[in-house]
C-alpha cells in the first residue's frame, strides 16, 4: 500500500516556466490538498478538493491551478512559475465523512520546488 | 476563522530529559486537534489526535497530549525524550464535520542533546 505519492521529488524552474506536480492516492480516499510548507511559516493550504470534479481555494491559491479528474489523482500547476513559489510542496488526502475520518490527513513525502 | 499558535519555535533537550511543547487554538467551538511530527526531508506523521472524549490522548512513540478548553491549549508531552525524537513538530486545528480543512502551526523544531 503505497498511500500518497508524489512526483517528481524535486524540480528547478526558470522564472516564468510552467510545470504540473502529481499527487497520486490509493486509500480511496475523497479528500485531497496540496499544501506549501515555508521555512518559519508551517504549513499553508493551497487548494483542495472534496470529491473527483471538484476544486477550492485555500489560504495562498494564487499563483497556482489544480484539478481532480480522477478520484485517486490531484494535480497541482504552475503556469508561469516566480521566485516566490520556491517552497516545498506536500500533498495529503484523507477520507470522508464521520468525525474520526475526513480531518485525519495522510501526506506524501513532498516536492521540492526552486525557481530562479 | 481557526488558528493554531506555537510560541517556541527551537526546543533543545538532553536525551531522557522531559518534553513538552506547547499548542494554543482558537476557534469557537469544540475543535478536532493534532499533532504531526516530520523527520528531516520526510513527510508530516500522525502522532495523535482529540476529537472529543477523555481529554488526555495517547498517540505513537510514546507521546500523549492534554486538551484544556479553559486555556485553549493542546500541549504535548513525553516523559523521556530519545535522540531519535530530534525533528519537527506541528500542532493543528479543525472544526469537524463541513469544517474539515486543518489550520496548522507554524511548528516547532527540536534538537536532542546525546
Known amino acids: 500500500n503505497a498511500g500518497v505519492t508524489q512526483t517528481p521529488k524535486f524540480r528547478v524552474l526558470k522564472t516564468g516556466q510552467s510545470m504540473t506536480l502529481l499527487c497520486a492516492q490509493d486509500?480511496?480516499?475523497?479528500?485531497m490538498y496540496w499544501y506549501r510548507q515555508d521555512p518559519g511559516m508551517g504549513l499553508r493550504l493551497i487548494h483542495y478538493s472534496v470529491g473527483e470534479g471538484t476544486t477550492a481555494k485555500g489560504e495562498v491559491p494564487d499563483g497556482y491551478n489544480v484539478s481532480r479528474l480522477k478520484k485517486q489523482n490531484f494535480l497541482l500547476g504552475l503556469e508561469s512559475a516566480a521566485p516566490s513559489q520556491t517552497s516545498v510542496y506536500f500533498c495529503?488526502?484523507?477520507?470522508?465523512?464521520?468525525?474520526?475520518?475526513?480531518?485525519?490527513?495522510?501526506f506524501g513525502a513532498g516536492s521540492r520546488l526552486t525557481v530562479l | 476563522a481557526q488558528s493554531v499558535t506555537q510560541p517556541d519555535i527551537h526546543i533543545t533537550v538532553s536525551e531522557g530529559a522531559s518534553l513538552e511543547l506547547r499548542c494554543n487554538y482558537s476557534y469557537g467551538a469544540t475543535p478536532y486537534l493534532f499533532w504531526y511530527v516530520q523527520s528531516p526531508g520526510q513527510g508530516l506523521q500522525l502522532l495523535l489526535k482529540y476529537f472529543s472524549g477523555d481529554t488526555l490522548v495517547q498517540g505513537i512513540k510514546g507521546f500523549e497530549a492534554e486538551f484544556k478548553r479553559s486555556q485553549s491549549s493542546f500541549n504535548l508531552r513525553k516523559p523521556s525524550v530519545h535522540w531519535s525524537d530530534a525533528a519537527e513538530y506541528f500542532c493543528?486545528?479543525?472544526?469537524?464535520?463541513?469544517?474539515?480543512?486543518?489550520?496548522f502551526g507554524k511548528g516547532t523544531l527540536l534538537t536532542v542533546n546525546p
Open positions: 486509500m480511496n480516499h475523497e479528500y
Open positions: 493543528a486545528v479543525a472544526g469537524g464535520g463541513s469544517n474539515y480543512k486543518l489550520t
Open positions: 495529503a488526502s484523507s477520507p470522508i465523512g464521520g468525525k474520526e475520518g475526513a480531518n485525519v490527513l495522510t
